[in-house]
């Protein structure tokens, strides 16, 4: 009797690892880059308006304890010195992984609507493509927004400088469409999740939450001169972060290269 219940023992355990014993096959280790490596801005490629490509103008971009920094204490006010950095390589079909925080207050002179306002530019022009006096990259842009500890105001909208996006098979030209996400108050580390999927779709995750989805995103209302037709789909481009005249913060930017 004793051995029998031994014996029943094992089996019990053999099938409770799997049939036969056996270890379930592990899934692939996912390989996620590290666009931003903690220690400097190698790899990234700086332009602000009025400003030749990678002049650094007043040292706006630095990295400082592991993290990427946007600071403005050398102005005494702003002047539209709108930034953005590059990083070197574009991409097209991926998940993209960002940690933000506003900190701080504006700098004298930002406009009002950039108030805890930045954003990462994705399918974006190149760096080196943009204009001495370009605002903004041709590009979709996921807008970071922090909250005035009072009022609702939605993070990871999307905006579309020189783009158009298609919502539920409508062609949306206006500037900007808010997402569903709550309001972040203070100066807290948020996780920013996109999957980009080329043309064919882009999603805006927050805590796990599908908080925006779009199709299409394509050229339109770009400045004048700039050389792609308008209505081409957006494949692929690069992913740059905004200096919008708030101090912001970035202690991580990540991707994970997807199959087409």
Known sequence: MKNTIVLFAVILLAFSCGTGGKKAPSQPKEEWIQLFNGKDLT???IKIKGYELNNNYKNIFRVEDGILKVRYEGFEKFNNEFGHIFYKEPFSHYKLRIEYRFVGE?????PSWAFRNSGVMLHS????????DQDFPVSIEAQFLGGNGVDERPTL???????????????????????KSK??????????????????????????DTVLTYNKPQVGGAYEGYPVPEGTLLEEGYICLQAESHPVEFRKVELLKLEK
Do not use: K
Not at 106 to 110: A, D, I, L, R
Not at 125 to 132: D, H, K, P, R, T
Not at 193 to 203: A, D, K, L, Q
């Open 43 to 45: 790899g990234w490629d």
């Open 106 to 110: 504006q700098v004298p002179g930002g």
């Open 125 to 132: 022009q190149s760096a080196e493509s943009m204009l001495i």
């Open 157 to 179: 909208n999307v905006c579309t400088p020189g783009t158009h996006i298609v919502m539920n098979g409508e062609l949306i030209t206006q500037h900007c469409t808010s997402s």
């Open 183 to 208: 309001t972040y108050h203070g100066d807290v580390w948020v996780t920013a999740e996109f999957v980009v999927r080329g043309s064919e779709v882009i999603h805006h995750i927050l805590d796990g």
